[in-house]
Protein backbone atom coordinates (compact mmCIF):
# COMPACT_ATOMS: atom_id res chain seq x y z
CA UNK A 1 0.00 0.00 0.00
CA UNK A 2 1.10 3.45 -0.63
CA UNK A 3 0.15 6.98 0.52
CA UNK A 4 -0.74 9.44 -2.42
CA UNK A 5 -2.58 12.79 -2.77
CA UNK A 6 -5.66 12.52 -5.09
CA UNK A 7 -6.44 16.03 -7.24
CA UNK A 8 -9.57 16.50 -8.92
CA UNK A 9 -8.92 19.63 -11.68
CA UNK A 10 -11.13 21.91 -14.35
CA UNK A 11 -9.65 23.56 -17.17
CA UNK A 12 -11.61 25.20 -19.21
CA UNK A 13 -9.31 25.31 -22.62
CA UNK A 14 -5.68 24.10 -22.15
CA UNK A 15 -2.98 23.31 -24.35
CA UNK A 16 -0.56 20.53 -23.23
CA UNK A 17 1.78 21.34 -25.90
CA UNK A 18 3.75 18.36 -27.99
CA UNK A 19 7.24 19.14 -28.63
CA UNK A 20 7.53 18.20 -31.72
CA UNK A 21 4.57 21.02 -33.34
CA UNK A 22 5.38 24.22 -34.45
CA UNK A 23 3.29 26.16 -36.50
CA UNK A 24 -0.04 24.19 -35.50
CA UNK A 25 1.00 23.81 -31.54
CA UNK A 26 -0.36 20.25 -31.07
CA UNK A 27 -1.78 19.34 -27.82
CA UNK A 28 -1.61 16.02 -25.82
CA UNK A 29 -5.19 14.60 -24.89
CA UNK A 30 -3.88 15.01 -21.14
CA UNK A 31 -0.98 16.97 -19.42
CA UNK A 32 2.80 15.24 -19.55
CA UNK A 33 3.91 13.40 -16.94
CA UNK A 34 6.90 16.60 -16.50
CA UNK A 35 4.04 19.21 -16.57
CA UNK A 36 2.24 17.81 -13.54
CA UNK A 37 5.51 17.65 -11.74
CA UNK A 38 5.99 21.62 -12.57
CA UNK A 39 2.80 22.28 -11.76
CA UNK A 40 3.33 20.88 -7.98
CA UNK A 41 6.89 21.96 -7.67
CA UNK A 42 6.10 25.45 -8.76
CA UNK A 43 2.97 25.22 -6.15
CA UNK A 44 5.05 24.26 -3.65
CA UNK A 45 8.16 26.69 -4.60
CA UNK A 46 10.47 24.27 -4.83
CA UNK A 47 14.37 25.08 -6.94
CA UNK A 48 15.36 21.72 -6.45
CA UNK A 49 13.78 18.20 -7.86
CA UNK A 50 11.57 16.54 -4.86
CA UNK A 51 11.23 12.93 -6.44
CA UNK A 52 7.73 12.09 -6.96
CA UNK A 53 5.40 9.59 -9.18
CA UNK A 54 2.39 10.70 -10.98
CA UNK A 55 -0.88 8.83 -12.57
CA UNK A 56 -2.92 10.74 -14.81
CA UNK A 57 -6.46 9.93 -16.25
CA UNK A 58 -8.75 12.76 -17.47
CA UNK A 59 -11.54 13.46 -20.23
CA UNK A 60 -12.37 16.92 -22.51
CA UNK A 61 -15.46 17.40 -24.41
CA UNK A 62 -13.66 18.75 -27.81
CA UNK A 63 -10.92 20.58 -29.52
CA UNK A 64 -11.11 23.86 -30.81
CA UNK A 65 -8.26 25.67 -32.92
CA UNK A 66 -7.27 29.63 -31.86
CA UNK A 67 -5.25 31.96 -34.28
CA UNK A 68 -2.63 34.16 -32.16
CA UNK A 69 0.19 36.41 -32.60
CA UNK A 70 3.54 34.48 -30.79
CA UNK A 71 6.72 36.59 -30.09
CA UNK A 72 9.82 34.26 -29.65
CA UNK A 73 13.53 35.12 -28.55
CA UNK A 74 16.19 33.79 -26.18
CA UNK A 75 18.63 36.01 -23.70
CA UNK A 76 21.06 35.78 -25.65
CA UNK A 77 19.78 36.14 -29.28
CA UNK A 78 21.43 39.65 -30.31
CA UNK A 79 19.03 41.29 -32.88
CA UNK A 80 19.68 41.22 -36.34
CA UNK A 81 17.71 43.58 -38.39
CA UNK A 82 17.69 41.02 -41.29
CA UNK A 83 15.65 38.44 -39.07
CA UNK A 84 14.07 39.93 -36.38
CA UNK A 85 10.86 42.50 -36.32
CA UNK A 86 11.37 43.99 -32.73
CA UNK A 87 14.23 43.82 -30.11
CA UNK A 88 14.47 44.94 -26.23
CA UNK A 89 17.41 46.01 -24.75
CA UNK A 90 19.36 44.19 -22.24
CA UNK A 91 18.97 45.71 -19.18
CA UNK A 92 22.27 47.35 -17.94
CA UNK A 93 24.23 47.03 -21.19
CA UNK A 94 24.00 48.25 -24.93
CA UNK A 95 23.17 44.60 -26.27
CA UNK A 96 20.00 44.30 -28.01
CA UNK A 97 17.82 40.86 -28.04
CA UNK A 98 16.04 39.99 -30.99
CA UNK A 99 12.75 38.83 -31.18
CA UNK A 100 10.55 37.08 -33.71
CA UNK A 101 7.25 37.63 -34.34
CA UNK A 102 4.33 35.45 -35.98
CA UNK A 103 1.17 34.03 -36.48
CA UNK A 104 0.34 30.24 -34.88
CA UNK A 105 -2.87 28.35 -34.43
CA UNK A 106 -3.05 26.81 -30.87
CA UNK A 107 -4.77 23.66 -30.77
CA UNK A 108 -7.11 23.71 -27.61
CA UNK A 109 -8.56 21.25 -25.34
CA UNK A 110 -12.23 22.34 -24.17
CA UNK A 111 -13.70 21.59 -20.91
CA UNK A 112 -10.92 19.50 -19.48
CA UNK A 113 -11.23 17.29 -16.29
CA UNK A 114 -8.58 15.84 -14.75
CA UNK A 115 -7.95 12.99 -11.71
CA UNK A 116 -4.32 13.28 -10.74
CA UNK A 117 -2.51 10.99 -8.32
CA UNK A 118 1.20 12.16 -6.79
CA UNK A 119 2.82 9.85 -4.75
CA UNK A 120 5.98 11.78 -3.01
CA UNK A 121 8.79 9.28 -2.65
CA UNK A 122 10.06 10.87 0.78
CA UNK A 123 7.25 10.40 3.08
CA UNK A 124 9.14 13.16 4.82
CA UNK A 125 7.74 15.45 2.82
CA UNK A 126 4.58 14.15 2.16
CA UNK A 127 2.58 16.80 4.48
CA UNK A 128 4.19 19.67 3.30
CA UNK A 129 3.56 18.73 -0.82
CA UNK A 130 -0.48 18.65 0.57
CA UNK A 131 -0.22 21.81 2.64
CA UNK A 132 1.20 23.89 -0.21
CA UNK A 133 -1.09 22.22 -3.05
CA UNK A 134 -3.89 23.60 -0.60
CA UNK A 135 -2.39 26.82 -0.27
CA UNK A 136 0.01 27.21 -3.33
CA UNK A 137 2.18 30.33 -3.02
CA UNK A 138 0.15 31.39 -6.03
CA UNK A 139 -2.34 30.57 -8.74
CA UNK A 140 -2.20 27.47 -10.51
CA UNK A 141 -1.78 26.22 -14.13
CA UNK A 142 -1.42 23.41 -15.87
CA UNK A 143 -0.34 23.38 -19.38
CA UNK A 144 0.93 27.28 -20.44
CA UNK A 145 1.39 29.98 -18.02
CA UNK A 146 -2.54 30.90 -18.64
CA UNK A 147 -3.80 28.05 -18.43
CA UNK A 148 -5.48 28.25 -15.19
CA UNK A 149 -6.13 24.93 -12.92
CA UNK A 150 -9.07 24.88 -10.73
CA UNK A 151 -8.72 22.15 -7.73
CA UNK A 152 -12.30 21.48 -7.12
CA UNK A 153 -10.82 18.38 -4.52
CA UNK A 154 -8.10 17.37 -3.04
CA UNK A 155 -7.51 14.66 -0.46
CA UNK A 156 -5.25 12.05 0.66
CA UNK A 157 -6.08 8.41 -0.38
CA UNK A 158 -4.47 5.02 0.09
CA UNK A 159 -3.46 3.34 -2.61
CA UNK A 160 -3.10 -0.41 -2.88
CA UNK A 161 -3.67 -4.08 -5.07
CA UNK A 162 -7.26 -4.96 -5.61
CA UNK A 163 -7.99 -8.13 -7.62
CA UNK A 164 -11.15 -7.44 -10.21
CA UNK A 165 -13.74 -9.17 -9.11
CA UNK A 166 -15.02 -8.97 -12.97
CA UNK A 167 -14.30 -7.91 -16.02
CA UNK A 168 -14.25 -3.76 -16.02
CA UNK A 169 -13.49 -1.08 -18.67
CA UNK A 170 -11.60 1.74 -17.93
CA UNK A 171 -13.98 5.05 -16.79
CA UNK A 172 -11.55 7.80 -17.90
CA UNK A 173 -8.80 8.30 -20.92
CA UNK A 174 -5.52 7.47 -18.87
CA UNK A 175 -1.92 7.27 -19.59
CA UNK A 176 -1.16 3.23 -18.79
CA UNK A 177 2.87 2.55 -18.35
CA UNK A 178 3.88 -0.11 -21.25
CA UNK A 179 5.05 -2.48 -18.65
CA UNK A 180 1.17 -3.44 -18.09
CA UNK A 181 0.62 -3.71 -21.59
CA UNK A 182 0.07 -7.71 -20.55
CA UNK A 183 -2.60 -6.95 -18.60
CA UNK A 184 -5.98 -6.95 -19.80
CA UNK A 185 -6.56 -5.98 -23.17
CA UNK A 186 -5.05 -2.41 -23.00
CA UNK A 187 -4.50 -0.33 -26.51
CA UNK A 188 -3.93 2.81 -27.79
CA UNK A 189 -1.83 5.57 -29.13
CA UNK A 190 2.01 5.20 -28.31
CA UNK A 191 3.84 8.08 -26.55
CA UNK A 192 7.44 8.66 -25.08
CA UNK A 193 6.36 11.27 -22.59
CA UNK A 194 8.78 13.41 -20.79
CA UNK A 195 9.26 13.03 -16.91
CA UNK A 196 12.02 14.32 -14.98
CA UNK A 197 15.54 15.97 -16.67
CA UNK A 198 19.21 16.22 -15.60
CA UNK A 199 20.93 18.81 -17.24
CA UNK A 200 24.31 18.61 -18.80
CA UNK A 201 27.90 20.23 -19.13
CA UNK A 202 26.14 22.05 -22.49
CA UNK A 203 23.18 23.28 -19.89
CA UNK A 204 20.87 21.26 -22.39
CA UNK A 205 18.23 19.06 -20.41
CA UNK A 206 18.63 15.80 -20.89
CA UNK A 207 15.15 13.82 -20.27
CA UNK A 208 13.88 10.75 -18.55
CA UNK A 209 11.08 9.74 -20.20
CA UNK A 210 8.12 7.12 -19.43
CA UNK A 211 6.57 4.89 -22.81
CA UNK A 212 2.97 5.02 -22.43
CA UNK A 213 -0.56 3.99 -23.99
CA UNK A 214 -2.87 6.91 -24.16
CA UNK A 215 -5.45 4.56 -23.60
CA UNK A 216 -9.24 6.11 -24.37
CA UNK A 217 -11.96 5.15 -22.36
CA UNK A 218 -14.49 2.23 -22.86
CA UNK A 219 -12.01 0.18 -24.96
CA UNK A 220 -8.88 -0.98 -22.49
CA UNK A 221 -10.33 -3.61 -20.58
CA UNK A 222 -9.29 -5.53 -17.33
CA UNK A 223 -9.84 -9.09 -16.80
CA UNK A 224 -11.46 -11.30 -13.52
CA UNK A 225 -8.26 -11.90 -11.49
CA UNK A 226 -6.50 -9.66 -12.27
CA UNK A 227 -4.50 -7.35 -9.54
CA UNK A 228 -4.68 -3.73 -10.45
CA UNK A 229 -3.80 -1.14 -8.62
CA UNK A 230 -6.53 1.30 -7.27
CA UNK A 231 -7.63 4.09 -4.25
CA UNK A 232 -10.11 4.20 -1.83
CA UNK A 233 -12.80 5.18 -4.74
CA UNK A 234 -11.85 2.18 -6.45
CA UNK A 235 -10.07 4.57 -9.41
CA UNK A 236 -7.65 2.90 -11.23
CA UNK A 237 -3.54 4.04 -10.70
CA UNK A 238 -0.75 3.59 -13.10
CA UNK A 239 2.09 5.60 -11.50
CA UNK A 240 4.98 6.41 -14.16
CA UNK A 241 8.06 4.20 -13.07
CA UNK A 242 10.14 6.91 -15.71
CA UNK A 243 11.56 4.94 -18.32
CA UNK A 244 11.40 4.47 -21.98
Not at 7 to 13: A, S
Not at 65 to 90: C, M, W
Not at 100 to 108: A, D, F, M, N, Y
Not at 153 to 169: F, G, N, P, R
Request: glycine residues 4%.
Amino acid sequence: MAKAIKLKIYQDLVNYKTPTSFQLRESYPLPPYSTVIGMVHKACGFDRYVPMSVSIQGDYFSKVNNYQILYYFKPTGAFEADRHQLYVESAGTDRKIGITRGPSVIELLVDVNLTIHIKVHDDARFDEVLEKLQQPLEYISLGRREDLAYIEDIKVVTVKKKEVESDMLLKNNFYVPLEFKDSGSVTGTIYDLNVTYTVDKNKSRKWKKQRVFYAPKNSTRFYEGESIDVDDDDDFVFFAVGEV
